[in-house]
């Protein structure tokens, strides 16, 4: 079974400017997760669909974050414009169902804002 | 707000050894728990999960964990820990409203 893709790998950018993040969901899973992990934290939540629609987003900071996942496939994360503190990992993972199932992840973006 | 708390930032331990690693929660109500770890240059997969049932729950690779709803705990267990088990390992819960919260993660190096 194919994973989590992701894409790119590694991103280096300057503030204020923009940048996508790419994730193509296991086959059949119809949750889809974005987090953001900076080095030395935990994986923090900041959106989840649920096929196409959004089921949580409290944590995403919306004046500059957008994600969408049309047809309830593949999904897009924009930053823009981007900061010095938004350099982190950007993971995305999937699972068939919320709640109790388990969470495959991607290899993740390695976002450097300078 | 809720909260993950993992006590050990970073654990070393010889082969052999027996390890216990530390995760404690903040949510009052009905969560789900989990145990994931990340191996070097690996992405990050689950070990084990707990969302009913027996509070002893076991894993891949030997691995176990105890739920206490009274210590709001899922500690995470190895008897005999190997090299291979040096890797990241958070711990992530999820509360009725699915909103998935991760530790700030345990770095565990074994030592051959």
């Known amino acids: 079974e194919a994973g989590v893709a992701q894409s790119p790998r590694y991103k280096i950018i300057e503030k204020r400017q923009s940048v996508a993040f790419w994730c193509n969901p296991i086959s059949g899973h119809a949750t889809l997760y974005w987090y953001q992990q900076i080095l030395g934290q935990g994986p923090k939540l900041l959106i989840q669909?649920?096929?196409?629609?959004?089921?949580?987003d409290s944590q995403l900071p919306k004046d500059r974050f957008s994600a969408e996942r049309l047809k309830g496939v593949d999904s897009t994360l924009k930053i823009q414009p981007a900061k010095l503190e938004d350099s982190a990992v950007y993971l995305c993972?999937?699972?068939?169902?919320?709640?109790?199932?388990?969470?495959?992840f991607g290899p993740g973006t390695r976002l450097t804002v300078l | 707000a809720q909260s993950v708390s993992q006590h050990n930032h970073h654990v070393i331990l010889s082969e052999a050894a027996s390890l216990e690693l530390g995760c404690n929660y903040s949510?009052?109500?009905?969560?789900?728990l989990f145990w994931y770890v990340q191996y070097p240059g690996q992405h990050l997969q689950l070990l084990l999960k707990?969302?009913?049932?027996?509070?002893l729950v076991k894993g891949i690779k030997g691995f176990e964990a105890e739920f206490i709803k009274s210590k709001f705990s899922f500690n995470l267990r190895k008897p005999s820990v190997q090299w291979s088990d040096t890797a990241e390992y958070f711990c992530a819960v999820n509360s009725g409203t699915y909103k998935y919260i991760f530790g700030t993660g345990t770095r565990l190096k074994v030592l051959a």
């Open positions: 949510y009052g109500g009905t969560v789900n």
């Open positions: 993972a999937s699972s068939f169902r919320r709640d109790t199932d388990t969470q495959y």
């Open positions: 707990y969302f009913s049932g027996d509070p």
């Open positions: 669909f649920q096929n196409n629609g959004v089921v949580d």
